[in-house]
Nanobody, 128 residues
Framework: EVHLVESGGGLVQAGGSLRLSCAVS????????IGWFRQAPGKEREGFSC????????WYADSVKGRFTLFSDNAKKTVYLHMNSLKPEDTAVYYC?????????????????????WGQGTQVTVSS
């Protein structure tokens, strides 16, 4: 059974940095994509980035482009989300989600329905 576990959330001042991790277990192949979503209080969950483990291709929403960076360590089956220049509006519960297999040669998955598995979420709070 596939499990995704996030870690690394916490409290940081505006302008600071955090690194989130998403560890994948129960999947032995390198054909998967990990997407990141976040949900702020009173708002809908939004997807903002994704990485393919097979070729390292990435996608970032405009809201995080240039500030957030993804890295996939296939040996550890772990994806890292480096978040720099954090803003108070980045405060949210952050979730990683996995699309295991079947990536093909199309665009990276970005919508919630495209992902099969979800982590439990980790809180990120950015103080002003």
């Amino acid at each position: 059974e596939v499990h995704l576990v996030e870690s690394g959330g916490g409290l940081v001042q505006a302008g600071g940095s955090l690194r989130l991790s998403c560890a994948v277990s129960g999947w032995t192949f390198d054909d998967y994509a990990i997407g990141w979503f976040r949900q702020a209080p009173g708002k809908e969950r939004e997807g903002f980035s994704c990485i393919s483990s097979s070729d390292g291709s990435t996608w970032y929403a405009d809201s995080v482009k240039g500030r957030f960076t993804l890295f996939s360590d296939n040996a550890k089956k772990t994806v890292y989300l480096h978040m720099n220049s954090l803003k108070p509006e980045d405060t949210a519960v952050y979730y990683c989600a996995g699309k295991m297999g079947g990536l093909g040669y199309g665009p990276l998955p970005t919508a919630e329905y495209e992902f099969n598995y979800w982590g439990q979420g980790t809180q990120v709070t950015v103080s002003s």
